[in-house]
């Protein structure tokens, strides 16, 4: 009996995996953009977490600190029900699944450190 070629994938029986959907801007997130965020940030004990765009990450920790992650922010629901995310999602749901940007400091949190003040 001849052995499977191990770079031959089309001889493996491989089911292929459903796209996953970042639940911020609803779009296919590519392998190298996938992000384990924690609803409520580690530091603040949290442990549950779910997979989104880096992008869409990046713009979460630049919108708001870890402490109205943990007390306000810590559903997809609320953090979707923020002004800055809702214009955040409007803007990047126009672009390719594997956009790739800088994530921008709301002007209420420009000059405050991280995130921004209750």
């Given at each position: 009996?001849?052995r499977?070629?191990?770079?031959?994938?089309?001889?493996?029986?491989?089911?292929?995996?459903?796209?996953?959907?970042?639940?911020?801007?609803?779009?296919?997130?590519?392998?190298?953009?996938?992000?384990?965020?924690?609803?409520?940030?580690?530091?603040?004990?949290?442990?549950?977490?779910?997979?989104?765009h880096?992008?869409?990450?990046?713009?979460?920790?630049?919108?708001?600190?870890?402490?109205?992650?943990?007390?306000?922010?810590?559903?997809?629901?609320?953090i979707?029900?923020?002004?800055?995310?809702?214009?955040?999602?409007?803007?990047?749901?126009?672009?390719?699944?594997?956009?790739?940007d800088?994530?921008?400091?709301?002007?209420?949190?420009?000059?405050?450190?991280?995130?921004?003040?209750?």
């Open positions: 009996m001849a499977k070629k191990r770079d031959d994938l089309s001889a493996w029986d491989i089911e292929a995996l459903p796209p996953v959907l970042c639940p911020i801007c609803e779009r296919i997130i590519p392998d190298d953009q996938t992000v384990a965020h924690h609803l409520v940030p580690k530091s603040k004990g949290g442990k549950k977490t779910v997979v989104l880096r992008i869409c990450h990046d713009q979460i920790h630049a919108t708001f600190a870890d402490s109205q992650l943990a007390k306000t922010f810590s559903t997809i629901d609320a979707l029900g923020d002004p800055a995310m809702q214009k955040f999602v409007a803007w990047i749901k126009g672009k390719h699944p594997g956009f790739s800088t994530a921008k400091p709301s002007r209420q949190a420009a000059g405050s450190g991280r995130g921004r003040k209750s």
